[in-house]
């Protein structure tokens, strides 16, 4: 189980479904409940996702956690920051590609880099982007290395609701969190996770495309050798307008 706040970098502006990019697929809107209907274990133990309102999960991130906040309080600890040319973060892993440590890897050329950063190098970044530039993409795992004040935030994330999920569920231990910093528009493709996930939005808005589990094969995923693997071959969806 995974434990995701996620803050972006466009919290400050003023944002509606217009904004969304256009596919030309027929799209349900996931099912939005309060924390306390019976309704949302019922998805849950269908494996069917939900939007769960109210549950305070990450209330001391909503009340305190800005860009400001953040640069004031993540520490001196460097930070995990993706580069990409384009708006797409596509995940690889670096222990499968050919290299001569590793002969049977993959011959591959990663479609991102990554680079540790302090966290004001990389706010620093993000408030000088210009167009054309490489975007960046902040995926920092919170431990008890970063500020005092994010560790006392994080401690008071609502752990007693989320463990009663995870307990009702027979989940197993939860084994990540992670703080998501994002420009607008960037693009995570698609892919698959290997465990449950509870995606927190702290600022900003996210759109996730879900397909059902038996639309697997049409994905194409790639083969568990390969860098991309959980990653959908499929390289675009078909675009009606950008």
């Known amino acids: 189980m995974a434990s995701v706040p996620d803050i972006r970098s466009c919290e400050k502006k003023l944002w509606d479904s217009s904004n969304l990019r ?18 949302v274990d019922e998805f849950i133990c269908s494996h069917k996702p939900v939007v769960i309102l109210g549950s305070n999960l990450v209330k001391p991130a909503i009340d305190r956690w800005s860009l400001e906040y953040i ?22 892993d ?3 590609i050919h290299s001569c440590n590793n002969p049977r890897g993959v011959e591959f050329s990663p479609p991102m880099r990554k680079e540790e950063m302090k966290i004001e190098d990389f706010m620093k970044r993000l408030r000088e982007w210009k167009r054309g530039e490489e975007r960046l993409y902040m995926q920092q795992s919170l431990t008890s290395a970063v500020g005092p004040n994010i560790v006392q935030d994080f401690i008071g994330f609502n752990w007693k609701w989320i463990n009663s999920k995870q307990k009702a569920h027979n989940w197993g231990k939860l084994t990540s969190n992670l703080l998501y910093i994002s420009m607008e528009g960037n693009v995570t493709p698609c892919h698959y996770d290997e465990q449950e996930n509870f995606f927190a939005e702290v600022h900003g808005y996210k759109r996730c495309i879900l397909f059902s589990p038996d639309q697997f094969q049409c994905m194409y995923p790639y083969p568990v050798h390969h860098p991309h693997d959980r990653q959908s071959m499929v390289s675009k969806m078909v675009m009606m307008t950008i």
């Open 22 to 39: 256009k596919y030309c697929l027929n799209f349900e809107e996931v099912p939005r409940l309060f924390y306390d209907d019976p309704r």
């Open 71 to 92: 640069e004031r309080n993540m520490g001196t600890d460097v930070n995990t920051v993706f580069f990409s040319r384009n708006h797409k973060f596509k995940y690889f």
């Open 94 to 96: 670096d222990k499968k």
